[in-house]
């Protein structure tokens, strides 16, 4: 994102910058970038734990988590667990977790065998057995 004005307020000598809607203090954005790390060409968000995690686009996040649901690991996953495989496979972007739980969301197979939480609980079946140990061996000795 490229900042579209500057403003500087005299009283509190802080820097205001305006990025599209959204309104950040010089301050907070300083704060936000030393999250992310430059290589090259290819920029890496740094986990908690200090793990880099590679920034992909768009496109190369479509073809990953429909890899991550459906291809080579073949999970059908609800979303906010293939966020985190994702994650365990190193590569981030922004709207991750809304973006795998909408994709889970739309998928049929998800929707037809995901867990049936809210559907009400089967009576169970009582067996009783007329010699409740007749399948038991027993040998006294003594």
Known sequence: MRPRLIVTISKKKKRMIICGTMIYCDMTLRRLASDYVLNGEILYKRRKDQVLLRCVDVVEAKKIWEEVHEGVCRTYANGFTMARQIMRFRYYWSTMEGDCISYAMK????????DKIHVPPSPLHVMTSLWPFSMWGMDVIG
Do not use: A, N
């Open 107 to 114: 998928f049929h197979k998800c929707q037809i065998y995901g």
